[in-house]
Structures are given as C-alpha cells and as structure tokens.
C-alpha cells in the first residue's frame, strides 16, 4: 500500500492514516454537565504524542474548533511549531462554544459565522490557511449548506483555505458540497462494524476522499473494552448520546457490541497486527479512497496506530471473512447488500 493518498480532486497529498484531534482537546461539556469529551488529558504528553507521529510519518491532522472548546486546536498548534508546511490540517467549524467555560453553547450554520469561525481557528492553529475546511454540523439544512459551500469557494479564493468538505452521515448532504470545484472530502463514520457503502459510492462517484471518523468504533475495536466497567466521569462514553452507539449510560461497553469485536479478533490480529491495527487495515482495504483518524492521547497510542500503516490493508479474503462473521452480504462491487 502506498503510504500517501492524495484527497479526491484536489493536489493535497495525506499520509493514509491521519490522526483524530477530539480527545487530546480534553474535558469540555453542555451547560447542564453533558460531557462532550474523552476526560482528562495530559497536555505535555498530547504534544509529545503528536510530534512521534510526525516521526512515524503521520501528516494528516483532523481537529475541530469545538474539541475542548477550542483546546485541541491550540494543542496541535503547539506541537506542530515550525513544522506547520509538513503537514496537513485540517478543523471544522458550525459550532458555538466558550472556551474559557469550556462549553458547547449550541451550532450557527450562518455564512457570517463560518468567516467568524474561520478567522478564530485560523489564529489558534498560529497559521495562515487551513489545508481543509469543513462544515461540522451533519444535519444542515442542504438549501443553507449550498450556501456555505460557496462561502468556502470564496475562502479558497482568498487563499485561506485549500480545500473543503461536509461531516457528515448523509449521502445527498455530501453531494450537495460535492458540487464545489474545491470540494476535496466527506468525513463521515466507518469502521468494520458499521460500513457505510452509500458514503463511500458518494466519493467514488465525486471524485472524493473519505476522512473515516470513528475507525476504531470510539475504541470498541482496540479490543481494550470490556463490558460493565464504567469510563471516566468527563468520559462521553460513560454517558453517551443517541448517536454514539457501542456504550452504555454508566456502564461502559455494550455486551453485544465486544461479543462482536472478539469474533472478529483473529482475522484483526492477522499478520501480526494489533486489533487496532487491524481495524485500519479492514478500512484500507475497504476502498482506496479512505483515510482513517484513530484518536490518541498518548505517545503509545500515536505509535500503536501509526504501525498499521508498515502493515498495510487486509486482504481481499480477509475482508470477506469480516463480512461473514458479521453476517454481511457483499456484492461483486464491494458495497453491502
């Protein structure tokens, strides 16, 4: 496998494993308590762990405005120091939070904000463009998102911006960005247990990436998690909304969900890998397209995920035999019927 992808229709070219930047902002939360982050990070180990990446050959970085209100933005920013032109970064805007209160304050999906937005992410990152812009609220209004895709066009007329994209889960939001020349990406959820083959046809069909969120199912697929033992207080899977499935309120991992992921735990640790490992390798394998974000906290964890890549992807027969042990039919195409 080649250890650089270049992002769809752009000239931008990513290692094929980038590194997720959501945990490292560290605890931040609703106004009524409802954690929003991975709980409490240590900050000199968050630069630490960044800059071995940067050795392992990592040099894709996915951040966001709203991780740790803010936080994450100015940890990776302190990392990278002088060698911002080594990589690429990408950050998200449609959030509204307080970063001295470190709370999620609600979303704003106005073409005023998103230049707002961008100037704040732009002087927290210490830099002088984004390499990748994009629209962090999944369920936007698509009349309002064409909108906003223009605005990018203008930001990449104005060399703030090298190129954009949409978070988000649906195909015909996806499309809608995708009509922009400099439209380079989805981000949108994939792992092994939870394909997402419309996304993915999406991508082929535009000429896309895909930025893989959650490869490693918010760390179900490390193989670490055991079910009925409780997360961190500042965990937001110890009290996981409606759309972050594999957890219970209180209670850690679901049952059903590690039953699955010890079924699939030879063919993950096949060729020596880790179950983590394996993971990103099912997602290369899945579509030449893809570009995974693992999240990390530590300099262990940064050199775990950054091995994948020496491991390449699973094999076409390894990845039939994830479909069947997860009962899944795939077509001669490759997408789920």
């Not at 009524?32 to 392992?56: F, I, M, N, T």
């Not at 895709?149 to 015909?172: H, K, M, N, Q």
């Not at 992921?261 to 890998?273: F, M, P, Q, Y």
Request: contains cysteine.
């Amino acid at each position: 496998m080649a250890h650089n992808r270049t992002l769809g229709r752009s000239a931008i070219d990513v290692s094929a494993l980038g590194f997720g930047c959501w945990a490292i902002g560290g605890e931040w939360s609703t106004p009524d308590g409802q954690p929003l982050g991975w709980g409490k990070v240590d900050d000199e180990e968050s630069v630490r762990a960044v800059r071995r990446a940067l050795d392992l050959g990592v040099t894709f970085f996915d951040t966001a405005d709203a991780y740790g209100a803010g936080h994450s933005e100015r940890v990776l920013a302190r990392a990278l120091g002088k060698r911002r032109a080594d990589v690429v970064i990408a950050t998200k805007w449609g959030t509204v939070t307080d970063e001295e209160r470190r709370l999620h304050l609600g979303s704003d999906d106005s073409p005023a904000y998103a230049r707002r937005a961008l100037d704040a992410s732009l002087r927290r990152l210490g830099t002088d463009y984004i390499d990748l812009y994009q629209l962090h609220l999944s369920d936007a209004d698509p009349e309002r998102a064409a909108e906003l895709r223009d605005i990018c066009e203008e930001f990449v007329s104005a060399g703030l911006v090298r190129a954009y994209a949409w978070s988000t889960d649906d195909p015909a939001r996806a499309a809608v960005f995708a009509e922009g020349p400099h439209c380079a990406a989805v981000q949108h959820r994939l792992n092994v247990l939870q394909d997402a083959p419309e996304l993915l046809a999406v991508c082929e069909e535009f000429d896309l990436a895909s930025i893989n969120r959650s490869p490693l199912a918010m760390g179900l697929l490390s193989g670490r998690h055991s079910a009925g033992r409780a997360l961190g207080p500042g965990d937001i899977r110890n009290a996981p909304p409606v759309w972050l499935p594999g957890f219970r309120q209180g209670e850690g991992a679901d049952a059903e969900w590690v039953r699955r992921v010890e079924a699939l735990r030879d063919v993950l640790t096949s060729d020596g890998r880790t179950p983590a490992q394996g993971a990103l390798a099912w997602i290369w394998a899945r579509s030449p397209r893809t570009v995974p974000i693992p999240g990390f906290r530590s300099v262990a964890q940064a050199e775990e995920n950054a091995g994948a890549l020496a491991k390449g992807p699973l094999t076409p027969g390894q990845l039939a035999e994830a479909d069947r042990i997860l009962g899944r039919g795939t077509d001669p195409e490759g997408t789920d019927q």
